[in-house]
């Protein structure tokens, strides 16, 4: 009986012995076909997760293939999907790059481990060091302002000046925005944490909320609207927002954009706030070289006019100026902090907007 066990444990162990030689052949085999077809095939593709939607992408992915030879794949989602989407998929995500708005949200990627840093002379020279994560693992793109919006028909520019001024008593019952859980407002009071300190930031936070025409509702367009509908008189929203009105095929929606200015705050003082839309190459990239190649592309004088324009935004690139429309608002003085520290401050930020119940 004991003998009989031992013949079928050994025969058993060298079925599996041999199964799993097999085995091993047929997946050193297979990678080896990889391989191959990864050296025939050499620097064909580049697979992108972006939030952008824009003619204008194809456009420019259609010119960088041209050039290239590489084949851009594009999934297109929401941010915070994509970001989503990234952290399910772990290593076999087939995504090698992402591109999303808000350096808060950038930084949320980097936190969860899923972006790579990337060392790359063509984008430290294409994009300043203030709009880059300082350990290179995301990359701006396009620029946009978080400004005050203001009713042409009742205020006047005159009596616009800083952030600051917004928790004036003169402002009571007549400042729009919208909620806290937007992560534009939370990188815009990130950035007052930066500038000037914890306790500031939220005295900040306190005043506005006094001074809210209505409790937080909508997205940003929403605000202009509310604007222009006469439910306070000015608002808090980014600048692309005004560009995206003024040429929309909703004629409410461009009505709203010309009755409203645009003013750009603390111009004598730490400057308005910016932030970005970038690009991070993938922790789990398999097409690196490809990625980086379509990065630096991106970042690049011929692509930046164009990428920028399709969402009213500023380029990156100091090197190409801003559309005709971007100029008629004026040019501006930036808050010039790293951005990094938009997302490094979020979660103080948060919880600030919670103290004083800016919902
Ligand atoms: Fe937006």
Same mark, same amino acid.
């Given at each position: 009986?004991?003998?009989?066990?031992?013949?079928?444990?050994?025969?058993?162990?060298?079925?599996?012995?041999?199964?799993?030689?097999?085995?091993?052949?047929?997946?050193?085999?297979? *990678? $080896?076909?990889?391989?191959?077809?990864?050296?025939?095939?050499?620097?064909?593709?580049?697979n992108l997760y972006t939030d952008r939607h824009y003619?204008?992408d194809?456009?420019?992915? #259609?010119?960088?293939?041209?050039?290239?030879?590489? $084949?851009?794949n594009v999934i297109k989602g929401k941010s915070d999907e994509l970001i989503e989407r990234l952290t399910r998929e772990g290593e076999d995500t087939q995504a090698d790059l992402l591109i999303t708005a808000d350096a808060g949200r950038l930084h949320r990627a980097k936190e969860s481990g899923l972006l790579?840093?990337?060392?790359?002379?063509?984008?430290?020279? #294409?994009?300043?060091?203030?709009?880059?994560?300082?350990?290179?693992?995301w990359?701006?793109? *396009?620029?946009?302002?978080?400004?005050?919006?203001?009713?042409?028909?009742?205020?006047?520019?005159?009596?616009?000046?800083?952030?600051?001024?917004?928790?004036?008593?003169?402002?009571?019952?007549?400042?729009?925005?919208r909620s806290?859980s937007n992560i534009y #407002?939370q990188s815009?009071? @990130?950035?007052?944490?930066?500038?000037?300190?914890?306790?500031? @930031?939220?005295?900040? @936070?306190?005043?506005?909320?006094?001074?809210? @025409?209505?409790?937080?509702?909508?997205n940003d367009?929403?605000?202009? *609207?509310?604007?222009?509908?006469?439910?306070?008189?000015?608002?808090?929203? &980014?600048?692309?927002?005004?560009?995206?009105?003024?040429?929309?095929?909703?004629?409410?929606?461009? &009505?709203?954009?010309?009755?409203?200015?645009?003013?750009?705050?603390?111009?004598?003082?730490?400057?308005?706030?910016?932030n !970005?839309s970038g690009i991070g190459l993938t922790k789990y990239a398999?097409?690196?070289?490809? /990625?980086?190649?379509?990065?630096?592309?991106?970042?690049?004088?011929?692509?930046?006019?164009?990428?920028?324009? /399709?969402n009213?935004?500023?380029? !990156?690139?100091?090197?190409?100026?801003?559309?005709?429309?971007?100029?008629?608002?004026? $040019?501006?003085?930036?808050? #010039?902090?790293?951005?990094?520290?938009?997302g490094?401050?979020n979660?103080?930020?948060?919880?600030?907007?919670?103290?004083?119940?800016?919902?």
């Amino acid at each position: 009986m004991k003998t009989k066990f031992s013949k079928i444990l050994l025969s058993s162990i060298l079925i599996l012995s041999l199964l799993a030689f097999v085995g091993c052949t047929r997946v050193e085999e297979e *990678t $080896e076909a990889n391989l191959r077809e990864d050296s025939t095939n050499k620097n064909q593709v580049v697979n992108l997760y972006t939030d952008r939607h824009y003619d204008t992408d194809e456009q420019l992915l #259609n010119q960088f293939s041209e050039e290239t030879g590489i $084949e851009v794949n594009v999934i297109k989602g929401k941010s915070d999907e994509l970001i989503e989407r990234l952290t399910r998929e772990g290593e076999d995500t087939q995504a090698d790059l992402l591109i999303t708005a808000d350096a808060g949200r950038l930084h949320r990627a980097k936190e969860s481990g899923l972006l790579l840093s990337t060392s790359s002379e063509v984008l430290f020279n #294409n994009v300043p060091e203030n709009l880059r994560d300082k350990d290179n693992e995301w990359f701006g793109l *396009t620029i946009r302002g978080r400004v005050i919006v203001y009713s042409k028909d009742r205020v006047h520019p005159s009596e616009l000046s800083t952030y600051e001024d917004l928790t004036n008593p003169k402002w009571g019952g007549k400042i729009l925005v919208r909620s806290s859980s937007n992560i534009y #407002n939370q990188s815009l009071l @990130a950035s007052f944490i930066a500038i000037n300190g914890e306790k500031k @930031a939220k005295e900040w @936070a306190e005043g506005v909320v006094d001074n809210m @025409a209505r409790d937080p509702q909508g997205n940003d367009r929403a605000q202009a *609207t509310a604007v222009v509908a006469g439910e306070g008189d000015i608002a808090i929203m &980014n600048t692309y927002y005004i560009g995206k009105m003024l040429n929309s095929s909703n004629p409410e929606e461009v &009505n709203v954009a010309k009755k409203v200015g645009i003013f750009f705050p603390d111009q004598d003082g730490a400057g308005t706030h910016i932030n !970005v839309s970038g690009i991070g190459l993938t922790k789990y990239a398999k097409n690196k070289e490809n /990625a980086i190649k379509l990065m630096e592309f991106l970042s690049s004088e011929k692509a930046q006019k164009q990428f920028a324009e /399709a969402n009213y935004e500023f380029p !990156v690139n100091p090197k190409i100026e801003p559309s005709d429309l971007l100029k008629s608002w004026g $040019e501006f003085k930036p808050q #010039n902090i790293n951005l990094s520290k938009l997302g490094e401050f979020n979660s103080i930020s948060v919880k600030i907007f919670n103290e004083v119940g800016w919902k």
